[in-house]
Structures are given as structure tokens and as C-alpha cells.
């Protein structure tokens, strides 16, 4: 039935589910752009379209009543922004006890324009030493859902200039306010 309704849904809307390539059993998947409340809603229809239990990491404002229980039910997690200390451990921790889980983390924090992404998505990644997945919702041509599969190095530049070069086409359901795709980590010196 839910899955009857996520149809529905992205064809009310006019959307297209793209698989790239082979979704992992685990990994963290980056959500991109992430412009309005809508990309979420599309995101998940998606998800559920293709079979892809997803986990998701939202602000703790969503997870209060009376939409809280909902909120869980559809695989959020909730995050304390200002007090995030642990949480990349803790994630990763999550990873390591399970055989599948899909942890979607809105990289860009914000619906907002920002400079910066989050890098909790990457450290995350790193840590329990699974793929990124490119999952995505582009406005302007109406299509959504998983690009390409990353294993990350290390290197952040050289991982990052991966994922910029599969997001620099694409923006969001409001244009104008996807930033631009970079960590704060890619100003800082590499150790030699």
C-alpha cells in the first residue's frame, strides 16, 4: 500500500526514479539538493519505489509531538544540531551491527544557500568504512534518485571533486538556493 501511494505520488508530480547503478546494502547517502520541505517528500517516495529502507537524520524540532512518532516511523533520526558531539561515532557504530541500512544525511544542513556542507556524511562514511551514495532530487528536469557510488579515500579534494562533479548540473525545486558542493576540510592543508 505504501508503496502504491509513492507511486501515486511521483506520478501526480511528474517525477522519474533514476538507478544509477547498484544500491549497496550499506552506506551513507548524501541528499542533494535539498532546496525545500519537498525534496524530502520526494526522496522518500522514491526510496520506497525502488525497495530502499532508508534511515534518515532530521533536526529535533521534527521529532516532537505531535508528528514525532510519525517522524520515526518513516526512519528518522533525530539530531541535536547544537550539541552533536558523538553523533558520527554513534552512526557509525550503527553500521557495524547491521548487514543493511541506508543512512540518508542532508549534507547541505539547511534548506537554505550555504558556502559550506556538513561533513558528517563523509565522517561518517570514513568511520565505518562504507560507500557515499549520490542519492538526488533535480528540480529542473523533474528526475530523482541514486547516482553513483563512491568509496572514499581519504583524500577529501580528490573525494569531494567526485561528488561535485556529479551534482555541478543539477538544483533543486527552488533554484537559486543549492550552494555550492564543498566541505570547510577541503581549505585546510593537506598533511603531507
Not at 526510496?47 to 530502499?52: F, P, T, Y
Not at 548487514?99 to 540518508?104: N, P, T
Request: aromatic share 8%; charged share 25%.
Amino acid at each position: 500500500m505504501r508503496t502504491a501511494l509513492a507511486r501515486l505520488v511521483l506520478r501526480c508530480m511528474r517525477w522519474t526514479t533514476v538507478v544509477q547503478q547498484p544500491i549497496p546494502d550499506r552506506c551513507v547517502m548524501i541528499a542533494g539538493p535539498h532546496t525545500t520541505n519537498w525534496d524530502f517528500v520526494v526522496m522518500v517516495a522514491m526510496a520506497r519505489v525502488k525497495g530502499v529502507s532508508i534511515r534518515w537524520l532530521g533536526k529535533d524540532a521534527l521529532f516532537r509531538p505531535p508528528l514525532g512518532r510519525l517522524m520515526r516511523g518513516m526512519g528518522g533520526v533525530p539530531v541535536q544540531r547544537d550539541s552533536a558531539s558523538g553523533m558520527v561515532t554513534a552512526l557509525a557504530g550503527e553500521f557495524a551491527g547491521r548487514d543493511e541500512l541506508h543512512l540518508v544525511v542532508p549534507a547541505e544542513g539547511t534548506r537554505s544557500r550555504t558556502e559550506y556542507w556538513k561533513s558528517g556524511f563523509y565522517r561518517i562514511a570514513l568511520a565505518a568504512d562504507v560507500p557515499v551514495l549520490c542519492a538526488f532530487v533535480d528540480g529542473p528536469r523533474r528526475t530523482g534518485g541514486f547516482g553513483p557510488v563512491i568509496h572514499l579515500t581519504g583524500d577529501v579534494r580528490a573525494d569531494m571533486d567526485q561528488v561535485r562533479a556529479f551534482y555541478e548540473p543539477m538544483d533543486g525545486l527552488r533554484p537559486g538556493r543549492f550552494g555550492p558542493v564543498r566541505l570547510r576540510d577541503e581549505d585546510l592543508p593537506i598533511d603531507g
